[in-house]
């Protein structure tokens, strides 16, 4: 869109300002009442595009850009989540916008020790000349995701203000929570009402991901016999000990996040608690390959086997839940989701990169939910952390593909 304003910067330098953080330890929806304050906002300027939208008391947003084709075209969903990470501070993030960055060293202005390098992010030696946007060296950015609804924000104008572009019916979809594995809890499908989405919450440039991850939660819960410790002998099983120990057990070299990558799984310890009688070792259980799964969760059954042999008297039990699964085995259903978002990027331009999730999205689950949902480009980078970036030009593309994309479904209707 070469002739086209594009209004991604603007509007994530406001959006980013707006404290959406997720709360892990909240049993609310949303998570956090803050989090409304940008979807009002977001709700607001979509009406005042002329859009119809609203949004509801769990904090999601729905809007629809009316079809302007004859032909019938499957409703597309455009989806992105409003809240950022708890791993990092969001609040009073100050936006600072870098034009035409020149390659050296940004230095956060209101902390000194935070530098982003491109020595250190590979991908940022290849922005070089691009406008980067970051935060100030105390919060994170908000990129992931509000780089996303920026995106959409723009395509909702850019496709109001030039008819020409022919479409079918598209559902913009904004979620809370997706940072703590909720954004799709409260989802009205039918309010939605759409046939294939795509989320608006990856990273570099070109990319498309069509796979995720399949996950488990698994609590591993260690039983001992608790005494006076004054009069323990022979008596105190602490379950304390025999968890500690069961930790031990654990693959040091593999299966563990911090030795793979690629399409390797793994079992990770996340959390772990406990008083002599009962301790509590939880873990998040990833494999790309769902029936791989049971597999990691033998392991870890083997592992307890073995800790309780070591404590007489202790007992352990395992609980399993089921988190979400590949959306791969939903998107092969239906190959022309996938084949179109390719078409759209060799229209636009680009150098196409299909690549998986080291993780979830919203459209992991929405997938499950009746949405096919692979994922699209941001630009945002080091997400959830201080360093976090975005390449304006990157969120430009991002805008540049999903207008390709509706006219490639519209044509192929």
Not at 37 to 59: Q, W
Not at 163 to 177: A, M, Q, S, V, Y
Request: net charge negative; glycine share 8%.
């Amino acid at each position: 869109m070469k002739n086209y304003n594009y209004s991604v910067a603007e509007r994530l330098m406001r959006y980013v300002q707006i404290d959406t953080t997720a709360d892990p330890n909240s049993t609310s929806n949303p998570s956090s009442e803050k989090q409304k304050d940008l979807s009002r906002i977001l709700c607001n300027e979509l009406m005042a595009l002329g859009l119809n939208a609203e949004t509801d008391e769990f904090g999601y947003v729905y809007a629809t850009i009316p079809s302007n084709t004859d032909k019938k075209v499957p409703v597309l969903c455009f989806c992105s989540h409003v809240d950022t990470s708890p791993d990092c501070s969001g609040t009073n993030v100050k936006p600072i916008f870098h034009k035409n960055w020149d390659g050296s060293d940004i230095v956060m202005p209101d902390d000194n020790s935070v530098v982003l390098s491109a020595k250190n992010h590979t991908y940022l030696q290849e922005r070089i000349g691009d406008d980067i946007i970051t935060a100030s060296g105390l919060t994170l950015l908000g990129a992931d995701d509000k780089a996303g609804v920026a995106i959409i924000m723009d395509l909702a104008q850019l496709l109001l203000t030039h008819p020409e572009i022919k479409h079918g019916d598209i559902r913009i979809l904004f979620t809370p929570d997706e940072e703590i594995g909720q954004g799709v809890d409260k989802i009205d499908m039918k309010k939605l009402n759409a046939d294939f989405g795509y989320t608006l919450d990856g990273g570099e440039r070109g990319h498309l991901e069509g796979e995720t991850f399949s996950a488990d939660g698994c609590k591993v819960i260690f039983h001992g016999i608790s005494a006076h410790p004054g009069y323990a002998k022979n008596k105190m099983v602490s379950a304390i000990k025999v968890a500690s120990y069961f930790t031990t057990l654990l693959p040091a070299d593999t299966m563990c996040p911090e030795k793979t990558d690629g399409y390797q799984g793994f079992v990770h310890p996340v959390s772990i608690e406990g008083t002599v009688e009962k301790a509590t070792v939880g873990f998040i259980v990833r494999d790309f390959d769902t029936a791989k799964l049971k597999e990691h969760e033998a392991l870890l059954k083997q592992l307890a086997q073995q800790a309780v042999a070591k404590f007489e008297g202790a007992t352990y039990e395992i609980k399993v839940t089921e988190q979400y699964r590949n959306m791969k085995e939903i998107l092969d259903q239906y190959p022309q989701v996938m084949a179109n978002a390719e078409e759209a990027y060799k229209r636009a331009g680009l150098n196409l990169v299909k690549t998986n999730i080291r993780g979830g999205t919203d459209g992991s689950r929405l997938s499950f939910m009746g949405l096919p949902c692979p994922n699209i480009f941001t630009g945002e980078m080091a997400i959830h952390s201080k360093q976090e970036y975005v390449s304006v030009q990157d969120m430009q593309c991002a805008v540049d593909v999903l207008v390709e994309l509706v006219q490639v479904w519209e044509q192929k209707a």
